[in-house]
C-alpha cells in the first residue's frame, strides 16, 4: 500500500491523536507519515479565541493541505470542527468517542480565579457560580495545567478526554456532570476529514468510523447548525445512544450567565440529524439567539 500523510495540528495533544490514528491505519497495513501544520489558532496565542471571529481557527490551513493534496487525511478534535466543511472535504470517520464531559483542576471556593479559554464553560460556570472570578487563559494542555500548579488560577476547565489521554487524568479534581455544565458539540471525540473523492485517504479512515459516535454526533452538530453558531458560541449539547434511541439535550448561556436556556429531544438514531435539528428548534422558540 501507499503512504497516507496525515496532518495534524502540532501540540502535544494534536500529535497523540494523529499517532493514535496511525497506529490503527498501520494495524491496517498502511505507511502512515504525520504532517505538522500550523493553524491560525496556534499563531494566536496572545489574544482569546472569542476575539479571533474566525470559524475553523484550527482547521483551515490544514484544510487547505487536504483541497491541495499535500495530505491524504486530517485529524481534529471533533469539538473544533465548524458545522459547514469546504466543498470538496467530508468527515468520513467519528471513531469511538472518549469521555465528553469537562474537568475541573483544582479548587473553585468563593471568589477563585478559573481560567478558561472557553466561550461556553465561562458563561455556563457564570451562570452556576456568579461568585468566581472567570479569566481567559491560553496555550496548550501541558502549559494551562503549569500556570494553574503555580497559583496562577485557583482553578481551570478543560475537556476530560484530553487530560485522559495525555495519561494526566490524575490532576482532575472532579468531572462535571454532562446534564448540568454541558460540553461542546462533539467534545470527546475524534474526527477524520479526507477529501470525498474516494480515494485512499477517504476509504482507510471509512475504516475506522463508530456508528454509535456518529449518531451522537450527527445530532449534536445538526443542532449546532440549526441555531447558526459555530466553534465560538455559548451552546452546549450532549447526546447519548440508548438501544437505538438518540436522546440528546443543550443549552444556550447568555455571555454574562443570568440566563440559560435548556432543552431536549429524542428520536431514532436512525434519524439523528433531525433529532438534532428538533433540539435547536426548541432552543430557538424558547428565545436563544446566537
Given amino acids: 500500500m501507499s503512504e497516507l500523510v496525515i496532518g495534524s495540528r502540532g501540540s502535544k495533544l494534536a500529535l497523540w491523536q494523529a499517532n493514535h490514528i496511525a497506529a490503527q491505519l498501520t494495524a491496517h497495513g498502511h505507511t502512515t507519515r504525520i504532517e505538522i501544520i500550523q493553524t491560525t489558532g496556534d499563531k494566536i496565542t496572545d489574544v482569546a479565541l472569542s476575539k479571533v471571529g474566525t470559524k475553523g481557527v484550527f482547521t483551515k490551513e490544514i484544510e ?43 479548587e473553585m471556593p468563593d471568589g477563585a480565579v478559573v481560567g478558561t479559554s472557553s466561550l461556553r464553560r465561562a458563561a455556563q460556570l457564570k451562570n452556576i457560580r456568579p461568585d468566581v472570578d472567570i479569566r481567559d487563559i491560553r496555550g496548550n494542555v501541558d502549559t494551562r495545567l503549569r500556570k494553574q500548579a503555580e497559583g496562577q488560577y485557583s482553578a481551570i476547565l478543560l475537556a476530560a478526554a484530553g487530560l485522559i489521554r495525555l495519561g494526566w487524568q490524575d490532576r482532575i479534581s472532579e468531572y462535571l456532570d454532562p446534564a448540568v455544565f454541558v460540553p461542546a458539540v462533539g467534545q470527546g471525540a475524534l474526527a477524520i476529514e479526507t477529501r470525498e473523492d474516494g480515494a485512499k485517504g477517504h476509504q482507510a479512515a471509512a475504516r475506522m468510523d463508530d456508528p454509535e459516535t456518529r449518531a451522537r454526533l450527527t445530532a449534536e452538530r445538526a443542532a449546532l447548525r440549526a441555531l447558526g453558531g459555530g466553534c465560538q458560541v455559548p451552546m452546549g449539547a450532549h447526546a447519548i445512544l440508548d438501544a437505538g434511541t438518540i436522546r440528546i439535550h443543550g443549552i444556550v448561556v447568555s455571555l454574562d450567565g443570568r440566563t440559560a436556556i435548556r432543552a431536549h429531544a429524542e428520536g431514532p438514531a436512525a434519524d439523528a440529524g433531525n433529532v438534532g435539528i428538533e433540539l435547536g428548534e426548541k432552543l430557538l422558540r424558547a428565545g436563544a439567539r446566537l
Avoid: N, W, Y
Fill in 64 to 106: 487547505e493541505a487536504l483541497l491541495a493534496g499535500t495530505i491524504d487525511l486530517a485529524v481534529h478534535s471533533a469539538k473544533d470542527m465548524p458545522t459547514d466543511l469546504p466543498a470538496g472535504l467530508i468527515l468520513a470517520a467519528f471513531p469511538e468517542r472518549q469521555d465528553p464531559r469537562d474537568a475541573l483542576i483544582g
